[in-house]
């Protein structure tokens, strides 16, 4: 069930359009914000909201990568595996994740401070390996920086965790 509030934000952005449809992304991440991200019920209920079926609710959410549809961890660390990144050691990237938080893609650390997801081409080719955490663009990845971003996340949770 959506809130007061999440009501009134989807709202907002209905008046700028002609159909309500036209506000579904937006709607989605306007849940997501809340919740970090969007279940089967705030689909249906997104979907009634906009008079839309939760059918072309969900397709519009699993089109794009940003919305999730499962829950994910206080930090999404996308791993571009796109042709410059793979060429340049994604891989890596990888096994790193895998060795250092014990995470495939796809997976949340048990701490829930972690979620490893594969993305295509962020558009950093000349970059690479990229990553985008949080929404930032992590470039030239190596492991020195990937080391450095763990530990900040980690002291922004608020103390060291154990992997
Ligand atoms: S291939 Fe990774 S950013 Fe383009």
Known sequence: MLSEEEKREIMEECTRYEKKSA???EALRIVQRRHG???DDS???IAQFLQMSPADVDGVATFYNLI???PVG?????VCDSVSCWLLGCDQIKNY???TLGIEMGQTTPDGL???LPIACLGHCESAPALWVNGDPILRTDETMMNDL???CREKAGGRLSA
Request: proline fraction near 0%; charged fraction near 15%.
């Open 150 to 152: 763990i530990q900040k």
């Open 23 to 25: 506000v579904c992304i």
């Open 74 to 78: 206080k930090n999404v660390i996308f």
């Open 37 to 39: 991200w969007v279940s």
């Open 97 to 99: 994740l895998r060795s």
């Open 68 to 70: 999730f549809r499962m």
């Open 114 to 116: 972690f979620t490893a």
């Open 43 to 45: 689909i249906i209920s």
